[in-house]
């Protein structure tokens, strides 16, 4: 069930694009929410866990509760063992790629982990706006890296004039496809586009808005310009109609880079409610019993760069059934079903055609 999942995001980049800076970025902003890292660092082990933790070992607990180790990509399954059980409370995991690690190999490991407490979190690249042509004409690899990205963080935009930043931008977002692309200088980023934030004990909710954190709380270090992106939320108590919605799901607008929530199908599946999580081109459902007394209602949050609310309100309104002429017949559930996850059938084919299960 996604609720209980934990969601392990892969963090990539080339060498010195600034994904440490991230890493600690987040793991400043991260008060309620417990991050696990993990470090695959094939040369340098020793270099990136002292910078993230401050100090190093196979496993360290971080002041803020996170904790963090150093492995190596065939040590993966192992560690996330670790880092999964119960006691160790994280709501989501980060693996910082080596900047020479071929993230597609990163992203099919945890795909085929066969670690039921995780889920896919999706494939963040950093890039450094400063060096990205350069980096681009010595290593073509980059374009592949972006095309199979999820999120991509156009980092360092301190370092580069307006018209130069725009056009670095333009080419990651032509490079990327439907990735969402963000700009950041020393990689503050809003952690809610890699996961969702927990509210800690004793915070108030409200405290704790996408806002506060755009324009900081008080905290000058995590104070950063505006970013172009949206939240959207919807609940709807009318089932939603499974072809229109894969309808919808499939043609996404570009930078709509996260879904989450719970659908009613109605009596499509009468018994169940459909968990989705998207992260990029990444979708999956997860149905699970509904939980007695809980009134049916689709409830869904939208994340994305540059997207338009009202329209996706309308659409997603379209997908709502219309009375009993419009009731779902039970072929309607295929496509939904081919975005159920089946345990013994690891998606690696996710990322052999550039993870756009959407488009399966
Ligand atoms: N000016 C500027 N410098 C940055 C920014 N982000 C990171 N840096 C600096 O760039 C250097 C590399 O940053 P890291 O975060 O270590 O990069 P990395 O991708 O983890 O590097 P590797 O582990 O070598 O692959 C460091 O000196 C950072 O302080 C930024 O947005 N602007």
Known sequence: ??????????????????KTTLLNHLLRSARGTRIG??????????????????QVG????????CLC?????????????????PEARLDVIVIEASGLAEPQELVRMVLASENERIVYGGLVEVVDAA??????RRHPETDRHLAIADLVVVNKADRVAGDA????????????????????SHGRVDPELL???????????????????????????DAHPHATYETVSLATAVPLHPRRLMAFLDSRPEGLYRIKGFIDLGAADPDHRYAVHAVGRFLRFYPEPWPDGEERLTQLVLIGSGIDAAALRKELAACEQHGPQ???????????????????????????DGGDAAEA
Do not use: K
């Not at 069930?1 to 600034?18: E, K, N, R, S, Y």
């Not at 190596?72 to 996330?80: M, P, R, V």
């Not at 060096?131 to 681009?136: I, P």
């Open 131 to 136: 060096e990205f042509d350069s980096t681009r």
């Open 58 to 65: 196979s496993t360290v607990s971080l002041g803020n509760g």
């Open 195 to 221: 996961f969702d934030r927990v509210v800690a004990e004793g915070e108030i909710e409200g405290q704790m808005s996408i806002e506060d954190i755009l324009y900081g709380s008080g905290d000058e270090e």
């Open 37 to 54: 890292v993990m470090v695959n660092d094939f040369g340098d082990i020793g270099i990136d866990a002292m910078t993230v933790a401050g």
């Open 165 to 184: 930043l725009r056009a670095v931008r333009e080419t990651v977002a032509g490079l990327a496809g439907r990735a969402a692309v963000v700009e950041a």
């Open 326 to 352: 419009d009731v779902p017949d039970e072929h309607s559930m295929w496509g939904v079903l081919r975005f159920v996850p089946h345990r013994d059938e690891p998606d690696e084919a996710d990322v052999e």
């Open 69 to 85: 180790c150093a492995v190596d990509a065939s040590e993966l399954d192992t560690y996330l063992e670790v880092l999964t059980r």
């Open 1 to 18: 069930m996604t609720t209980h999942q934990i969601p392990v995001v892969v963090l990539a980049g080339f060498l010195g694009a600034g």
